[in-house]
C-alpha cells in the first residue's frame, strides 16, 4: 500500500515540475513538452500535479481539454486511491 502511495505522490510531484518545465519553456520561446507527454503524465496518476501546475502556473488554461480533463482526471484519480485504500 504504501509503494503505490509513494507513487501517486512522486507522479504528481513530477507533473507539477513538467507543468513548471514547460512554462518556462514557453515564455523562453524554447522546444516544448509535448501535449502527449503532459497526458501521459496526468493519465499515469500525475493529474492532480498537473492540475495544480496549470493553476499556478498559468499555463494551458486557455485550453479547454486541458482546463476541464486535468480536473476530471484528477478527482477521478483521488476517488480510486481512496477506494483502493479503503478495500
Partial sequence: MSTILGAYIIMNIIGLIVMKVDKNRAIKH???ISENTLWLVAI???????TAGMQMFRHKT???SFKVGFPLLAAA???LLGYFFTL
Avoid: D, S
Fill in 62 to 64: 486557455k485550453h479547454m
Fill in 77 to 79: 484519480e483521488v476517488i
Fill in 44 to 50: 499515469f496518476g500525475g493529474a492532480v500535479g498537473t
Fill in 30 to 32: 524554447q522546444y516544448r
